[in-house]
């Protein structure tokens, strides 16, 4: 119940490609979903997040497709860049309390 | 806005001693604060959740009088592991929640090395 479901593991793009990461949900309490980009050695940054009374939400060349009724939510990268290499979570939680983390996508974007 | 700091960034220690990791929350009032370790290529995992004020409530499975959680203010919890041994190396993140109670905020991370 408490658990979301990432993948892929880890995604290959080229540069100017689109990347495409998902992640699925059982909890349906769960009201915020946030992700978040992780480089070596560093903590986590938030990068996006949407509440699911929105389908999408875009913030550059990040855009998060969300669809409540199949409980699925992705991350999109439009125009990937190598300095956009990086590992990938996902998260969730009912609001107040904590995050429930993906197990992470580790992206590679070759120039 | 929303930064998150700690310190030290990267901690060498000798099996047997203790280690304390700051946490601070730099530009705003952390209600919440959360400790997470993560091992290589692996998520985060929670260790366990502070309000300011109040006891740390563990994760099952951590031990409680190993890793000592303090959040005495709004701004600053601290993680002291103690009587370190090798398998505690790792690396140990912090995280913040403001009066929002939504977006919850990293810092970067402290690498312990325990020889």
């Known amino acids: 119940q408490q658990q979301v479901k990432q993948s892929p593991q880890s995604l290959i793009v080229q540069k100017g490609g689109i990347s495409i990461i998902n992640c699925a949900y059982e909890?349906?309490?769960?009201?915020?979903f946030p992700w978040y980009q992780q480089f070596p050695g560093k903590g986590p940054a938030l990068l996006i997040a949407i509440r699911p009374d929105v389908s999408e939400k875009k913030e550059g060349r990040f855009t998060i497709s969300f669809n409540k009724s199949a409980k699925q939510f992705s991350l999109h990268i439009m125009d990937s860049q190598p300095g956009d290499s990086a590992t990938y979570f996902c998260a969730a939680y009912p609001g107040g309390s904590r995050l429930t983390f993906g197990e992470g996508t580790q992206l590679t974007v070759n120039p | 806005g929303a930064v998150v700091s700690q310190h030290p960034s990267w901690v060498i220690c000798k099996s047997g001693t203790s280690v304390k990791i700051e946490c601070r929350s730099l530009d705003f009032q952390a209600t919440t604060m959360f400790w997470y370790r993560q091992f290589p290529k692996q998520s985060l995992m929670l260790m366990a959740t502070s309000n300011e004020g109040s006891k740390a409530t563990y994760e099952q499975g951590v031990e409680k009088d190993k890793f000592l959680i303090n959040h005495a203010s709004l701004t600053l919890s601290t993680l002291t592991v103690t009587s370190a041994h090798p398998e505690d190396s790792s690396f140990y993140i912090c995280?913040?929640?403001?009066?929002?109670?939504?977006?919850?905020?990293f810092g970067p991370g402290t690498r312990l090395t325990v020889t």
């Open positions: 995280s913040a929640r403001g009066t929002s109670g939504t977006e919850q905020y």
């Open positions: 909890n349906t309490a769960f009201d915020y």
